[in-house]
């Protein structure tokens, strides 16, 4: 879809796109960077450092985004575009002069770089798409899986199949895909992250990390799981699988951590999300003691 081509003669204005045109542009950039990865040799990923060990980036991460940016301005030229390697690209002037008709695409490239440098598939490429500060439509693409998961403003799809609402699971049945509390949490509360550690794995059935917190989400709202959550976070991260995740059906909880209460979910830096309506009330509550422990160190 290309807005120009929605002009309305009589006014000159361009409406705002639908979200499932939107879907359709992000899933076609998220295709694209997918079929680059899948003709990569995995066994041999160079890795930089950005700000430690734990956090790394491969000229690939940088390659797929260019890739993505250069489709999304073909399709949307005057779209905002915000990536997890190259920043903020603006909205053309004219667009950003009404932020309500703002078209934001949330870019992470790689999601899972640590895994996708080490050879595991656990990786994803992940778009979400908002208007104004709404979510509207989200694509989580796992080349190397075959699975992509979609979502606009009807039934979230996974490989084109409707996926069927589900309700979460007790705790102790409850199976919890989650890197929280983390080493970042960890490093800015070690007590609390020790504590939290050990509740997680006494309340709940199991708890797994895929080290991909997009796919996580994913997984939740495909019903492969129960809840997830995570302490700090970035937008590109979680703005896709916000999406998908309500549109299944689930929930989620965000918390603005020491940013402004005012800001959209997506850009709030904790959250839980379950498949379900129904609450894993631990999760819950470790982040309302991360929130208060935040708020006492202001």
């Not at 075959?146 to 049945?173: C, K, L, Y």
Request: glycine share 8%; with cysteine; aromatic share 6%.
């Amino acid at each position: 879809m290309n807005t120009s081509q929605l002009r309305d003669p009589a006014s000159g204005e361009t409406p705002a796109p639908r979200p499932s045109d939107l879907l359709d542009i992000a899933v076609a950039a998220a295709a694209k960077a997918a079929d680059y990865i899948r003709t990569l040799d995995r066994d041999h990923i160079s890795r930089e450092y950005k700000t430690s060990s734990h956090d790394i980036v491969t000229e690939h991460d940088r390659a797929c985004e260019e890739i993505i940016v250069d489709s999304l301005r073909a399709a949307l030229p005057s779209c905002r575009i915000l990536g997890e390697e190259g920043g903020e690209r603006p909205a053309d002037s004219h667009t950003a002069e009404d932020p309500e008709r703002v078209v934001t695409f949330y870019v992470d490239p790689i999601d899972g770089t640590s895994n996708f440098a080490a050879g595991l598939p656990l990786f994803c490429i992940s778009i979400g798409v908002a208007l104004g500060e709404e979510l509207v439509a989200g694509v989580i693409d796992a080349p190397i899986l075959g699975t992509v998961f979609t979502a606009a403003d009807g039934p979230a799809m996974v490989n084109g199949q409707p996926i069927t609402p589900s309700q979460t699971r007790p705790a102790a049945d409850a199976l919890v895909v989650s890197g929280f509390p983390g080493h970042r949490i960890a490093t800015e509360s070690p007590e609390l992250a020790g504590r939290f550690s050990v509740e997680m794995a006494h309340g709940f059935s199991a708890c797994r990390h895929l080290g991909t917190a997009a796919l996580e989400l994913a997984y939740v709202a495909a019903g492969w799981a129960d809840a997830t959550a995570l302490g700090l976070i970035n937008s590109w991260d979680v703005a896709a699988g916000f999406h998908i995740v309500r549109q299944a059906g689930g929930s989620i909880r965000t918390w603005p951590g020491n940013g402004p209460e005012s800001a959209p979910d997506h850009e709030r830096p904790a959250y839980v999300a379950c498949r379900g309506q129904e609450r894993l009330e631990l999760l819950d509550s470790l982040m309302d003691q991360l929130q208060a422990s935040r708020e006492r160190e202001r």
